[in-house]
């Protein structure tokens, strides 16, 4: 008689606790997420030195403050596609206000893409004047994107790659009695064959002297005089 009123009252606490219990009791998990930086690779298609890097620019590229565009596609019919905003944190975790929370369910997202910079500067003209480190920043779009067996929910950040998308030039000052010499601005034309030409200023402020310039993706330059370029 004792042992069974004790699991009556343990079965009726039990129940209690269940159904008292706030709702919070295994709440929904936020998505966030840690960037990484693809770095940036010379025409041979292998990664440049460290000695090619801006300063900080590819480990440290996304600031605090910086904002991408995310965009999710759910296996939840009735949220299938979703469109987020995501601002980088000073700890280096992107957070949304408001961002995607995952479902207390069997829903997970089936794919994610991540870009920078967000639409609104990718619909505006080019920044064709690079010479500042965030107009520079700016021209180098990215994307990240993660669909390998779906994301579940998860209170760990995320990890996304950034691959570049653009087409970057760099250029050196060579020559006999060229040695420490730096490229402190840098301006030129481009002609095209269907637009009219346009000049670029190029990011000088490298540790190795050299200037660079971003421009928009299958961009390349050719000669027909034979020059050497």
């Known amino acids: 008689f004792i042992i069974k009123t004790c699991g009556v009252l343990y079965v009726a606490m039990v129940s209690w606790a269940c159904s008292k ?4 009791r295994q709440e929904e998990h936020e998505l966030t997420f840690a960037p990484y930086v693809m770095p940036m690779e010379d025409a041979s298609g292998q990664a440049a030195s460290a000695g090619t890097a801006t300063r900080a620019i ?18 939840n019919p009735a949220t299938a596609r979703e469109h987020f905003v995501y601002t980088n944190g000073s700890d280096g975790i992107f957070r949304g206000a408001p961002g995607y929370h995952f479902k207390l369910d069997d829903n997970y997202i089936m794919t994610l893409t991540a870009q ?9 003209d080019f920044a064709a004047d690079q010479r500042t480190l965030e107009n520079y920043r700016l021209a180098d779009w990215m994307t990240a994107s993660s669909s390998a067996k779906g994301i579940v929910a998860t209170d760990k950040p995320v990890p996304l790659t ?13 020559g006999q009695n060229t040695e420490g010499s730096d490229i402190s601005q ?3 034309e481009l002609h095209s064959a269907t637009g009219s030409p346009k000049a670029y200023w190029a990011y000088c402020d490298l ?9 928009p993706a299958g961009t390349r330059i050719s ?3 034979e020059y050497m370029i």
């Open 21 to 24: 219990e706030p709702d919070n």
């Open 58 to 75: 590819v480990s440290d590229f996304f600031q605090p403050g910086f904002g991408v565009d995310i965009n999710i596609t759910s296996s």
């Open 116 to 124: 920078w910079p967000q639409s609104g500067i990718r619909t505006q």
């Open 162 to 174: 950034f691959v570049r998308e653009n087409a970057l030039l760099e250029f050196a000052i060579a």
């Open 186 to 188: 840098l301006l030129i």
């Open 207 to 215: 540790d190795n002297g050299h200037a660079r310039l971003i421009l």
């Open 223 to 225: 000669s027909t005089n």
